[in-house]
């Protein structure tokens, strides 16, 4: 999977919209931005993922740059269970028999404060 | 509600002796399920690929025999850590995702929190 960057830590305040950047300038046309995150003590979970266009779903929203070399995870409105480590990781589409694992980096960990 | 299911959730066990930890698919087969491990405050680490009916895939530098991996159905994998010793405690997370769509999301357990006294 090729490499990603993710500011170490974010703060942001309770129902405030919380932007994630992610960097990922070495992309391929065939990666697609997966965002998971995890609570603490928990294992991952799922938040959302694009290819080129921006996404949206109950949980964020997804701005995907133009050149596709950078991308933003947007929490609209911040709660306190939104803290977590949020991950953004390039997922290969790949044909039957390939490898679909994940490989995590080291994500971002939000604070929420009340 | 949970798709894949962890059990334990969390082992003490003393040095020398081997755990067993189970992960499930609740409501698909899975083909292949992958195992990480997570020391604290650091990211997950993928430690194999596990193939239901065959042999699993290690990942570098995690030794196969210490860490016996079975996928015997297709909704059951299981992680061994044999002869376990203190630096194997760690917070162990398998995954699953459903056939048949690619790129549908990894499903993970809540994790199994292992500490070898």
């Known amino acids: 999977d090729a490499k990603t960057t993710q500011p170490n830590s974010m703060e942001s305040n309770e129902e405030e919209p919380v932007h994630l950047p992610c960097n990922h300038s070495t992309i391929s046309g065939t990666d697609y931005i997966h965002w998971y995150r995890q609570l603490p003590s928990q294992g991952p979970e799922y938040v959302i993922h694009?290819?080129?266009s921006n996404v949206n779903n109950r949980m964020a929203s997804l701005a995907i740059a133009e050149d596709r070399k950078s991308s933003t995870l947007i929490l609209h409105r911040a709660t306190l269970r939104d803290a977590a480590v949020y991950y953004c990781i390039l997922r290969e589409l790949v044909t039957q028999g390939g490898s679909e694992k994940l490989v995590f980096g080291k994500g971002t960990k939000l604070t929420v404060n009340p | 509600g949970a798709v894949v299911s962890q059990h334990p959730s969390w082992v003490i066990c003393k040095s020398g002796t081997s755990v067993k930890i189970e992960c499930r698919s609740l409501?698909?087969?899975?083909?292949?399920m992958f195992w990480y491990r997570q020391f604290p405050k650091q990211s997950l680490m993928l430690m194999a690929t596990?193939?239901?009916?065959?042999?699993?895939?290690?990942e570098q530098g995690v030794e196969k025999d210490k860490f016996l991996i079975n996928h015997a159905s297709l909704t059951l994998s299981t992680l061994t850590v044999t002869s376990a010793h203190p630096e194997d405690s760690s917070f162990y997370i398998c995954?699953?995702?459903?056939?048949?769509?690619?790129?549908?999301?990894?499903?993970f357990g809540n994790g199994t929190r292992l500490t070898v006294t």
């Open positions: 694009g290819l080129t």
């Open positions: 409501d698909f087969q899975a083909t292949t």
């Open positions: 995954s699953a995702r459903r056939p048949g769509v690619s790129l549908s999301p990894l499903h």
């Open positions: 596990s193939n239901e009916g065959s042999k699993a895939t290690y």
